[in-house]
Structures are given as C-alpha cells and as structure tokens.
C-alpha cells in the first residue's frame, strides 16, 4: 500500500468517526458566560457586547454572569460544578 493511499484511508476513517458528533446540534442549551469580576467593569463591557454576535453566529441563546471574589475562585468554582455537556 502506497503513502497516499494510507493517508487517504486514515482521513476517510476520520470523517466517519467524527460524522456522529457532526451531526449533534449546538448548542443544546444556553451557554453561560461567566465574567470573573464585577458588573459594569471594563471586562463585563467587552463580554457584554460579545454575546450578542456569539448567539447570533451559534444560534443559541447566550446570557453572561458575574461572579465577582476571591480572585476568580468564585467564578472557577462554579465553573467546575458545571455539568459535562460531552
């Protein structure tokens, strides 16, 4: 077997293997964007006027949330409570 032939052999099992996933829409649910720091900051701005190009181009809904303290170990934490989507 030549070289292109096993490359062309692997791409084409990639293609089938990721089909599944392809075809799952997205998002599924509202995507939450956590902001780190306090409302009505620099940061919360710039996310703000984000989200609504973001829910436009996924189709999806799209709201922010601040969770302001500790450093970012407030809003980390949440994050990592979150459930996998996959």
Known sequence: MTFKASIA?????ALTA???AIANDFPERPINLIVPFN?????????????????KALGGDVFV???A????????GALAGQKPTG
């Open 9 to 13: 052999g692997v791409f084409a099992l």
């Open 65 to 67: 949330s601040n969770m």
């Open 39 to 55: 409302a009505g900051g620099g940061t919360d701005l710039l996310v703000r006027g984000f989200a609504p190009h973001m829910a």
């Open 18 to 20: 990721a089909a599944p």
């Open 69 to 76: 303290g500790g450093s970012g170990t407030v809003a980390a």
